[in-house]
């Protein structure tokens, strides 16, 4: 399985939320895994065969709990210093950081996290 789509489930498996519609899923994929549509459909398809996500009739259920995936919840730091917002590109002086077992996303400032469904 490639590296892209394991990061994409673990993701996936941690999201804060129960519905996404497919845009929103794919909108995080985007932001955080690939710019690449196509290999975005291949993470969601992996993740409906793994039972991450279930497809509902306009939403993804998301499932980790009866998943056999290993879920573990993301650890969100945050530190004051200076950097610039991985998904809006603005400046921003509290970044935020998300890591998921062993890979890091971020920055993020304080509305873009929770755009992204890490955080409540
Ligand atoms: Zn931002």
Redesign the pocket.
């Known amino acids: 399985m490639s590296d892209k789509i394991q990061a994409g489930l673990e993701l996936i498996a941690v999201i804060n939320t129960e519905h996404l519609t497919p845009q929103e899923l794919r909108k995080i994929l985007h932001y955080l895994i690939t710019k690449d549509w196509n290999l975005i459909g291949k993470i969601i398809d992996a993740a409906i065969e793994d039972k991450l996500i279930e497809r509902g009739e306009k939403t993804y259920r998301i499932i980790p709990e009866v998943s056999g995936f290993e879920f573990r919840k993301p650890r969100v730091r945050s530190t004051k210093e200076r950097g610039v917002?991985m998904?809006?590109g603005?400046q921003i002086s509290l970044c935020y950081y998300v890591d998921i077992m062993s890979r890091t996303y971020g920055p993020?400032?304080s509305?873009?996290i929770r755009k992204v469904r890490l955080m409540e």
């Open positions: 917002c998904l809006c603005k993020f400032g509305t873009c």
